[in-house]
Structures are given as C-alpha cells and as structure tokens.
C-alpha cells in the first residue's frame, strides 16, 4: 500500500482529491437536523450527517448550501453565522466540512439523497453514527448548547454517548 497512511482508523491515500462540502445546521425549536445518507455506492452510507453537498466552482458556500438544501431536502434556509470546519481524509478525498447554522423558511421537507431525518436536541447528537467529518461539528454545537439544551424527559432511554462510529468511509 504505497502512499497511504491510517488516519483515525481510516486508510486515506495521500494524494486523495481534495474537496469543499458544506453542511447545514438547521434549527428549530431548540433542536437540530440530522439525515441518514442513502444510495447504494455511497462509502458512509447509514451514516447520520448535517445535510448539504459539494461546493461548485464558482460558488460561495452559502449560495452551494442554500442549493444542495433544496435539492436533497426540497425546503429552502437562510444560511447564517459559520459554525466550524472540519477535515477528514476518507480514503475517496479529503473532505474540508464547512458548517453553518441555518433556518427553515420555506418548502416541505422531502427527502432525495437521504433515507431518514431526526430532529434531535443538542446533547443527544454524539449518540448516533455520524460521518467522522461531521462529528467535529457536533462537537461545536454541544460546546455552544453548553450541554444542556434545556429540560426533557428522556424516556428512560440510555445517555451513554455513542463513542465507536462505524462509519469510515470504507466500503
């Protein structure tokens, strides 16, 4: 395996495309947005993520997620303040994640590239199987949610937090 290298038990090529994807973190009611990636060759499909899609040339970010938005979830947002950056070398590219909040203005929410979606509060977001690109930005919304995100009953389901994510991107 020349020219590759683990990389968070991930086996990445040193010389992978690189590519600008960006994410939404939509809001709504103290809770936020998260999609099961679908498709049947998609590396991290099952996987959970923050909607949004590549940046074309030419393109901002936030004109490239109002688009992937409205396509892959057919509702429109208006993109706000930038949440954080991640990069993750998945063996296919490296990815750079830029995320922003965002807000659900219009549309019905219909689902094109994902196969589930959850609106979960905050805290709960380390308890499913994200990409590894995007669980930095759980992270940072945790941080910024402080933990908390107000008073819930839990249902007595376990808050352990989800710490093996299966999903590598390796098919």
């Given at each position: 395996?020349?020219?590759?290298?683990?990389?968070?038990?991930?086996?990445a090529a040193e010389r992978a495309e690189s590519v600008?994807?960006?994410?939404?973190?939509?809001?709504?009611?103290?809770?936020?947005?998260?999609?099961?990636?679908?498709?049947?060759?998609?590396?991290?499909?099952?996987?959970?993520?923050?909607?949004?899609?590549?940046?074309?040339?030419?393109?901002?970010?936030?004109?490239?997620?109002?688009?992937?938005?409205?396509?892959?979830?057919?509702?429109?947002?208006?993109?706000?303040?930038?949440?954080?950056?991640?990069?993750?070398?998945?063996?296919?590219?490296?990815?750079?994640?830029?995320?922003?909040?965002?807000?659900?203005?219009?549309?019905?929410?219909?689902?094109?590239?994902?196969?589930?979606?959850?609106?979960?509060?905050?805290?709960?977001?380390?308890?499913?199987?994200?990409?590894?690109?995007?669980?930095?930005?759980?992270?940072?919304?945790?941080?910024?949610?402080?933990?908390?995100?107000?008073?819930?009953?839990?249902?007595?389901?376990?808050?352990?937090?989800?710490?093996?994510?299966?999903?590598?991107?390796?098919?």
């Open positions: 395996m020349k020219n590759k290298k683990i990389v968070a038990g991930c086996v600008v994807v960006v994410a939404a973190v939509i809001e709504h009611e103290g809770k936020v947005l998260i999609a099961r990636r679908a498709g049947l060759s998609d590396p991290l499909r099952g996987c959970w993520e923050f909607p949004g899609g590549k940046v074309e040339q030419g393109e901002i970010p936030q004109d490239s997620l109002r688009r992937e938005i409205r396509e892959e979830l057919g509702i429109e947002v208006e993109v706000g303040d930038f949440v954080e950056e991640s990069v993750y070398p998945y063996p296919h590219a490296t990815v750079h994640l830029l995320a922003y909040r965002c807000r659900w203005i219009g549309g019905t929410l219909s689902l094109s590239a994902h196969s589930a979606v959850m609106w979960l509060f905050p805290q709960d977001l380390l308890h499913y199987d994200l990409s590894p690109a995007d669980r930095p930005i759980a992270e940072k919304i945790l941080a910024f949610d402080g933990g908390e995100g107000g008073a819930r009953d839990n249902g007595g389901r376990d808050e352990t937090p989800f710490l093996g994510c299966t999903c590598t991107g390796v098919s």
